[in-house]
């Protein structure tokens, strides 16, 4: 474990104090020119590096209507000061959103409007220094872009725009993540952030294949690269090794199997995450994107379904069709493009899967709300579908299921601590940190309500819990995939599972008479 | 001394309505390249109307989020809505009944509005995490609205002032006729100051009130998958992956 303190629990509730420079420092690793250039960005500080930062704001605040707002209509209310969960878990006043803001707020004003140019102090206006940049670096690197904060702001103000257009101008000058960065070029040298190549995800899959028949004498197929097929499976890579991630991803091809919808992956477009919405950069989001349009074309699918990812969801729900599409050669039938959870949520509702619940009667469920799906994205044709299909399968999938307390859930919910570029070993600390509200959240169904385990639907979130649940007492396999739960308890038509619940068939598919 | 005045409110008048205007004019160009809006979101343009009205006038997040805040910040508004309103007696030559009946309820408004004020102060001065993200602007903003509301009642409960010729003096103005203004202090530090809020509101954190109503976050429809969504320079960028179309 890394040298510092995980935080206590808190005594409920408290309002956080603030300690100034608690986590005032460098910054997550730099990228090198390596990556960089691949992306577009220059890979190191320019000489001319103050006009670049400025030139690139200006384009952004003509670019972006939500940054040109945002930097205007703060009105310092306070509302969002104690709504962080970066600022709770390490009570650094610089993780107030509204402060995060400021610090790009203070450049703008200074450079763009006549209150800050005129009379700086007044208004709280700074020079752009490299001091300004090293800050900036530093603690926009300390937020998940999670969207928390909007909820509770009367503006409406999205600190994740901010953000992202930080870390935009600050890749300008080569001030770029290295683990972002990193990542997005093994997207476009391999075809997923893990550097996973074709063969070895094909062996991969080969493995899970007999592996399931094994368990359930069901040949379902796991295909990679099967032209003509029914579907494209985008799903995060993390969900061909990672525990509990693959055991998720074998549920998906049960659930397929089962309602004879035929899919495969791509070893082009093996990934369904984009860190190009974590860097905030609009070419590389859309370089990402168009993986996906050329893989479907190639491959002649008629769908394209999305597995467990929260930011891989909100890129696909929200984007998708702005950067890649149109998709007018698909089938317009289904929803374009569709999650995992609408297709299984859609076939239980016309009962055309059977799912035996005792199977997890074990453990007792709770749900862990992933902030890109919670706040920006949807399922189903009404508004908080993203709320109720995961918890409407989870429950067709268990028994036994207790929310977590109402202000840390849904709309609300607290971000894994991992999110936004975060799941990084050298932020260590600050995901740590960050994941105390939801730690506590679970902490407290545990105790109450004799919670066992905890599910989401996100990459990510599965491992950053993996990682920090351990530091807070719990143990690190305590989170699932939803669809490993659909997983265990399926009965597929045909399986050994079946067989066992209603009884041994005979050759010609009648039950024996009783004499 | 009235026709400083005079020519103050004239000049206030327009670098309000020219000022806001140009910002509502740079909000609408900008384009919103990408689908915000912070979900739940309504998926019909009658409900993001519903939504920005209920943020516009209820306050809605803001009372999900801190109920002390939303108490004063929401006192304050909607008082000051009220004052405005009564106000307007001073610029309609035949008042209608429904103004004249309305002018007591303006007496409390003013008291509500300036608690709310203090009460939002208090808060920006004693509670360490909205003290840390406060610039002096932000304290003289209150202050200013305080002494507003402060002046304006005086003129109504203990000096009275002589609004007949207060009311000619307004109507003057509008009418490129000046008139004399009475010489109280109290009517003239008000109407300095209003001028003032006047002047800096397009330069200002004051902006949040078109603000609200261009944030994407709350004012985009949610349906990506229905409806494609693109922005002139994103369009752009079409041209080249138009190329990638299935044979
Ligand atoms: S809640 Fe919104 S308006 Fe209030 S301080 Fe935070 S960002 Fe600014
Ligand atoms: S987006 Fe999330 S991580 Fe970033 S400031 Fe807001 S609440 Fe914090």
């Known amino acids: 474990m890394a040298d510092f303190e995980t935080p206590k629990f808190r005594e409920y509730p408290v309002v956080p104090q603030i300690k100034p420079d608690a986590m005032a420092g460098d910054g997550p690793f730099v990228s090198r020119a390596e990556f960089d250039t691949d992306l577009g960005y220059p890979g190191e500080l320019p000489e001319n590096w103050k006009e670049k930062t400025l030139d690139k704001m200006q384009d952004l605040l003509g670019r972006y209507r939500s940054l040109q707002v945002f930097m205007d209509s703060c009105i310092k209310c306070g509302a969002c000061t104690d709504k962080c969960h970066y600022f709770i878990g390490t009570n650094d006043p610089k993780n107030m959103p509204v402060a995060r803001q400021d610090l790009m707020r203070k450049v703008y004003r200074r450079y763009f409007t006549f209150a800050g140019k005129y009379f700086p102090g007044l208004v709280g206006a700074v020079d752009l220094t490299e001091d300004v940049l090293k800050e900036w670096y530093n603690y926009y690197h300390q937020c998940s872009e999670c969207r928390r904060c909007s909820v509770f702001c009367p503006m409406g103000i999205d600190t994740a725009e901010v953000t992202m257009a930080a870390r935009e101008m600050l890749a300008h000058v080569g001030y770029a993540q290295k683990y972002s960065n990193q990542i997005i070029q093994k997207v476009y040298k391999i075809g997923n952030n893990l550097g996973l190549p074709g063969p070895a995800l094909k062996g991969i899959l080969e493995d899970l294949e007999e592996e399931v028949e094994e368990d359930t004498g069901v040949p379902v197929k796991y295909h990679m690269d099967k032209e003509g097929v029914e579907a494209l499976l985008m799903t995060p890579s993390a969900d061909f090794f990672a525990e509990p991630h693959i055991d998720g991803l074998i549920g998906y091809g049960k659930v397929l199997h089962e309602l004879g919808i035929t899919w495969t992956v791509s070893s082009k477009a093996s990934e369904a995450a984009n860190f190009g919405l974590f860097i905030g950069s609009y070419d590389n989001m859309q370089r990402i994107s168009m993986r996906i349009r050329e893989a479907a074309i190639e491959l002649k699918v008629k769908r394209i379904i999305f597995g467990e990812c929260g930011h891989a969801w909100r890129v696909a729900y929200s984007f998708l069709n702005t950067l890649a599409g149109p998709f007018d050669f698909l089938d317009q039938n289904y929803p374009i493009p569709q999650h995992i959870l609408e297709v299984t949520y859609g076939a239980l509702q016309e009962g055309k899967l059977r799912l035996n619940k005792e199977e997890n009667d074990h453990l007792t469920m709770t749900f862990h709300d992933s902030c890109n799906v919670a706040r920006a994205s949807r399922m189903g044709n009404k508004p908080g579908g993203q709320f109720d299909i995961p918890r409407a399968v989870i429950q067709a999938a268990c028994n036994n299921y207790v929310d977590m307390d109402s202000d840390t859930i849904k709309d609300a919910t607290f971000c894994c601590g991992g999110g936004g570029g975060i799941l990084t070993d050298d932020l260590m600390e600050l995901r740590v940190k960050g994941a105390l509200p939801r730690m506590e959240a679970l902490r407290q169904v545990t105790e109450e309500s004799g919670v066992t385990n905890i599910a989401a639907i996100c990459a990510i979130c599965k491992s950053q819990f993996t990682k920090t649940l351990p530091y807070y007492g719990f143990e690190m396999d305590a989170i699932m995939s939803v669809h490993q739960l659909v997983s265990e308890a399926i009965v597929m038509t045909g399986s050994e599972q079946e067989k066992e619940l209603d009884g041994v068939e005979d050759e010609e598919g009648t039950k024996e008479p009783e004499e | ?247």
């Open chain 2, 1 to 247: 001394m009235s026709a400083f005045y005079a020519l103050l409110f004239t000049v206030a008048f327009l670098v309000l309505v020219i000022g806001l205007a140009k910002k509502i004019i740079q909000y609408s160009r900008v384009p919103a390249p990408l689908k915000i809006p912070v979900t739940p979101a309504p998926l019909t343009k009658g409900g993001v109307a519903v939504r920005l009205a209920k943020e516009a006038i209820l306050f809605a997040a803001l009372f999900r989020s801190n109920k002390w805040t939303w108490l004063f910040g929401w006192m304050f508004h909607m008082s000051l809505f009220v004052v405005l309103i009564i106000h307007l007696r001073y610029f309609i030559k035949d008042v209608p009944t429904w103004l004249v009946l309305l002018q007591p309820i303006g007496k409390y408004a003013a008291f509500t509005m300036i608690i709310g004020l203090l009460g939002l102060l208090t808060r920006r001065m004693f509670v360490a995490r909205v003290k840390y993200i406060s610039s002096p602007s932000d304290y003289l903003w209150l202050l200013l609205l305080i002494v507003i509301g402060l002046t304006g009642a005086t003129m109504r409960f203990i000096s009275h002032t002589d609004i007949i010729s207060v009311k000619e003096f307004a109507l003057g103005i509008l009418r490129f006729d000046w008139q004399a203004l009475p010489m109280d202090v109290p009517l003239l530090v008000h109407l300095f100051l209003v001028a003032t809020l006047m002047i800096l509101l397009p330069f200002s954190k004051l902006l949040h009130i078109p603000g609200l109503f261009f944030a994407p976050s709350r004012n985009q429809v949610d349906n990506p998958r229905e409806q494609r969504h693109i922005a002139p320079w994103a369009a752009e960028l079409d041209a080249e992956k138009n190329k990638i179309q299935p044979k």
